[in-house]
């Protein structure tokens, strides 16, 4: 496509002002940045006056209508079912954060919506544009009989990855720097009132059912479908869809989340997410290992721009071991997804990662995983 793409954004938040914001701009060849929504007045005043975007709307419904706009960047805050929906209905491509619903019924009604056109969705799935992917899945698919994955996360903080940043909270306050995480209980409090409660409440429930009441479980699926859902669709890039749930479990107040999927050929892997809130010290690995063969990938703080996401290839052949250590490139997976989004509309084809059946699949996946979930 040689024309520019017309975009508006909705949500003016830190990964907006972080990552897409400053892409979009940036690559003015390929994107126009027309107009911005956030509910929040201060926060679109004082993000819209930094990049001079004229088109400032409160209310994200006027920003969709727009018939200047051929596409529509959504990362607010919540379920991103309504604004998906509208956006499709008034004509726009749309490139939406992940998760693209709330639970698996809303994202299959999406699905559902975006067949009837053909228009462009594609979901920010920013880990499988990640130049270490691709390289570390080839490595193992070579490899001669896998027997056991471990997906591990511990995750500080949030504020404390946003701290390198300058996040514009409107009426003059600047996020930037340090800040301290305070209390274990007021972070538990927080995430719970701020991944369960208002309009995700309902959603919730509808998936927990039976186990809505406890809010272990509640905090624990609101991270499951907000921070693991990363780590559930790079499980599926990297080895399609398991064959079940072997158990699941949470503790720390829903805070540390353990689980067991079992694929075919006796491929067992686990996934670790574990909130550990103080260490400013973001971990994140894909590991597989076989009989003869170990491949290694290990990802940087999401934050982080253009930090390497190294991949260690491990062999060996009698009584020799070796070990590789392999950066593909420093190139941004934010970047990526970005720039395959404005080739995908240009080409009128779906994307090949973040796609809505994939999505559907992964909230499935979460609708069952949260089934066997045990506290």
Known sequence: MSERLRVGLIGCGAIAQIMHIPYVVDYDERFELRALADAHRPTLDAVAGHYRIAGQHVDWRELVARDDLDAVVICHNGTHHAS???????????????????NWREAEEVAARAAQT?????????????PGFRYAKAELQKMRDVGFGR????????ELGLSPYRIRRGNGVVNEGHVDPGTWEGQVQGQLAGL???????LSDEVLGAKAGNPTLRLAFGIISISLIHQIYMMHGFLGAPERIISANTWRDGLSIHAQVAYPNDLHITLDWHFLSHLKDYREEYAFFGNHERVIMQLPSPYFRNFPSPVIVQGGEGELAWEKRVTVSVEEAFKDELLAFYDNVG?????????????????????????VLQA
């Open 151 to 158: 997906i591990t996360v511990l995750h500080p903080a949030n």
């Open 196 to 202: 369960t409660g208002g309009e995700m409440a309902p």
């Open 347 to 371: 080409a009128g084809r779906q994307p090949e990662y973040g796609s809505l059946a994939d999505a559907v699949t992964h909230m499935r996946f979460i609708r069952d995983l949260v089934q």
């Open 84 to 102: 998906v929906l509208a956006a499709l209905d008034a004509g726009k491509h749309v490139f939406v954060e992940k998760p693209v619903t709330w």
């Open 118 to 130: 053909d228009r462009i969705v594609q979901v920010g799935y920013h880990k499988l544009y990640d």
